[in-house]
Nanobody, 124 residues
């Protein structure tokens, strides 16, 4: 099973940018579809973006289209989320997740692997 570790969270002013990274262990990274989820205070977890095995297919929540970019490097076993024009309401813990099934990723249910999360705070 792949293990996931997020990094790159922090405090940023509204309109600023952050780049989150998800490092993975194991030799099977390319077998997994990957995604970023977030959970804001008092809200349910939501899917932010997802990327297929080799990056040929991506998904973005409507709220982040045009501002966030998901990418992966299978040679380095990493996935990234570039977040631009951040808004205060996007303050949340961001989690990376992995699953071998695309439908499972987009449904956001009981996925095979989750990271521990990284906090993103956007100040107004």
């Amino acid at each position: 099973q792949v293990q996931l570790v997020e990094s790159g969270g922090g405090l940023v002013q509204a309109g600023g940018s952050l780049r989150l990274s998800c490092a993975t262990s194991g030799r099977t990274f390319a077998l997994y579809h990957m995604a970023w989820f977030r959970r804001a205070p008092g809200k349910e977890r939501e899917l932010v973006a997802a990327i297929s095995w080799y990056g040929t297919t991506t998904y973005y929540a409507d709220s982040v289209k045009g501002r966030f970019t998901i990418s992966r490097d299978n040679a380095k076993n990493t996935m990234n989320l570039q977040m631009n024009s951040l808004k205060p309401e996007e303050t949340a813990v961001y989690y990376c997740a992995a699953d071998k099934t695309w439908n499972a990723i987009t449904r956001g249910g009981d996925l095979e692997a989750w990271g521990q999360g990284t906090l993103v705070t956007v100040s107004s």
